[in-house]
């Protein structure tokens, strides 16, 4: 007999970046209550789990993730209690909750980089990851991912620290026995909260190479994900992340979360060797239970983008995690555009990404097939797209407030921190409820299908075709088989040969079945998509 499902195996996951999604205080900022007041909506959307962005104590220089303590919540997104209270009705809701640790590196203004800066020979010294030498002239060719060299100088301290992100988000030194040993109890104190999980923000960015060796250059541009233009890109990252101390580092950690009931951790790969790491790291849920990369976020969707993510990353993890959109990339249906409608490309990468064998992760507006939003000028306050003489934007136009009203009441009674577009609000979720054919209720079909069949949580995949007009590809077991499929295109299109049963009508839209002659052929109007059970 089949061993059951772990809960996180082909589980749906909901990211929440918790600025963006409902303010109660009415400082124009979402926080944690907001999150509370609208565990019920996220409910009823199908998920299994929900994963919130950072929300600890916090200079805010990158929002959340430059953390000053640990074990705190952030005043603006409210208290440990109110963490507490989300963990509890969550659970009642028979929703799990993934909350994101960033162990990479701090905020310049947390106790542990303040003491290393000011004592060297302290017991906080050796934190973080300092070189000695001259002011001027660096200790190697490595760069930041948010622009400029990867290292700045401490005139307190007369030395370099590390940062692979921001100057004021110094790297610890996971070298250090202790600084490991000050992470775990971190986790074990959110285990105690309930939490049930973490996203492991950056995963393999936690050691660098002692030798401190140039990083050699590109031979070309390597990036397809957000700013191409950004001089990180330019060189071959061999250095200064992905070492082979990360791997034991992970395997410490997954250990101690063994001592545990059932939880979870997923990690976020950023690499140029993303394939081999992410095989060193989730082969068979080892030492991650999961792990996403960036493939099906880059900037353009090319011929098989799709069925080569599945055919490397599926074969190495039946729990590869997936997601079209998130809090770092310009949201898919703006990013992959084409010429349909709006709602009908949201439909039809929601058909796609609900049909994806493992882990589904669906970004707070996706189900509402939200656009990128547009920031102009000081709108934008995002220090990524700030700190690059580039025209890359920032992230903002992905991380604006959620429009549950027609109007901005929805999020907050004040002023919120960045704008909401009208394109938004004309798509907000109060409009989207009493609309059979939106994206949102389109969603909510998917997902009730996707729990209720069991093809989609463990069954095999097979592509048929993933090009610019057509994506699709069968699910299935020994028991049954479906066929997922999505067109992109105005034109209408056919599949012959295909031993259609019946369409799943209440997650399909302009998809017809057809013996003509004895031949079997699927019709398809255009931007049509859905699920086709096949015959066994």
């Not at 994506?471 to 992109?488: D, M, N, P, Q, W």
Request: with cysteine; glycine share 6%.
């Amino acid at each position: 007999m089949q061993d059951p499902l772990r809960w996180w195996q082909g589980c749906s996951i909901y990211q929440i970046y918790p600025r963006s999604y409902k303010d109660t205080t009415g400082d124009g900022v979402g926080d944690l209550q907001g999150i509370i007041e609208k565990l019920d909506y996220i409910k009823s959307l199908g998920v299994d789990a929900i994963w919130v962005c950072p929300f600890y104590e916090s200079p805010m220089v990158d929002f959340g993730y430059d953390v000053s303590d640990y074990r705190k919540v952030d005043p603006v997104f409210g208290t440990n209690q109110h963490l507490k209270e989300l963990v509890s009705k969550a659970h009642k809701l028979g929703l799990k909750v993934i909350v994101d640790l960033v162990m990479s590196h701090t905020s310049e203004k947390h106790r542990w980089f303040e003491e290393s800066v000011r004592d060297p020979n302290g017991p906080y010294g050796d934190y973080y990851v300092w070189v000695e030498g001259k002011e001027g002239t660096l200790p190697n060719n490595w760069l930041s991912v948010f622009g400029g060299p990867a290292w700045s100088w401490s005139p307190e301290r007369g030395a370099y620290y590390f940062h692979n992100f921001l100057k004021q988000q110094p790297d610890l030194n996971l070298y250090n026995e202790k600084v490991k040993e000050e992470l775990f109890e971190i986790v074990k104190f959110w285990i105690g909260f309930g939490v049930d999980g973490f996203r492991l923000d950056a995963c393999n960015c936690y050691f660098h190479d002692t030798s401190l060796l140039d990083n050699p250059v590109s031979p070309k541009q390597n990036s397809k994900v957000q700013d191409e233009a950004n001089p990180y890109f330019q060189l071959v990252h061999i250095y200064d992340k992905s070492q082979p101390a990360n791997v034991e580092f992970l395997k410490e950690l997954r250990s101690l979360v063994d001592n545990y009931d059932d939880k979870f951790l997923i990690g976020e790969i950023f690499c140029d060797r993303e394939e081999e790491t992410t095989r060193l790291y989730s082969a068979n849920s080892e030492p991650l239970h999961s792990a996403y990369n960036f493939s099906l976020l880059q900037n353009d969707r090319e011929v098989d983008t799709i069925r080569n993510a599945v055919t490397k990353y599926h074969t190495i993890s039946k729990s590869t995690a997936w997601s079209l959109s998130n809090h770092d990339v310009e949201r898919v249906v703006s990013r992959w555009h084409d010429s349909l409608s709006l709602q009908n490309r949201a439909k039809g990468y929601l058909t796609i990404l609900a049909g994806m064998p493992g882990i589904i992760i669906v970004y707070q507006g996706e189900e509402l097939g939200l656009p990128e939003a547009i920031l102009r000028g000081k709108e934008s306050l995002d220090p990524f797209g700030n700190n690059i003489d580039s025209p890359y934007p920032g992230r903002d136009g992905c991380r604006t407030p959620m429009p549950w009203t027609e109007d901005l009441k929805g999020f907050t009674d004040g002023e919120p921190w960045l704008p909401v577009p009208q394109e938004h609000m004309d798509n907000c979720v109060s409009l989207q409820e009493s609309d059979e054919s939106s994206s949102l209720n389109h969603f909510k079909a998917l997902m009730k299908f996707r729990n209720d069949t069991e093809v989609f949580k463990e069954g095999s995949i097979q592509f048929w075709q993933d090009d610019l007009e057509l994506i699709a590809f069968s699910r299935f077991t020994e028991k049954e088989a479906f066929l997922v499929l999505s067109s992109f295109t105005n034109r209408k299109l056919e599949m012959k040969n295909v031993h259609a049963e019946s369409i799943v009508a209440e997650v399909s839209f302009g998809i017809h079945l057809d013996n003509e002659n004895g031949e079997e052929r699927i019709a398809l109007e255009a931007g049509a998509f859905g699920v086709i059970k096949l015959r066994s």
